[in-house]
């Protein structure tokens, strides 16, 4: 995972690993939450800032309140 992290693609970790071909590296390459942001945030429409969305108190107490 940190070489994912670094940067390297998948398909130089199997050659790296031995592997016949990447799909046999696949399931051994599972997406932490890191990643999932990562993918997360290129999904943000122009103009919006990526991260996680956090709840203002006032709606976290009315859903909480239903």
Do not use: C, N
Request: aromatic share 6%.
């Amino acid at each position: 995972m940190a070489l994912l992290h670094a940067g390297i693609e998948p398909t130089v970790l199997a050659l790296w690993l031995g592997h016949a071909s990447p799909a046999s590296t696949r399931p051994y390459i599972h997406a932490d939450m890191a990643l999932k942001q990562q993918a997360a945030d290129r999904l943000a429409p122009p103009g919006v800032r990526p991260g996680r969305y956090r709840a203002p108190d006032e709606l976290l107490a009315f859903l909480a309140g239903l």
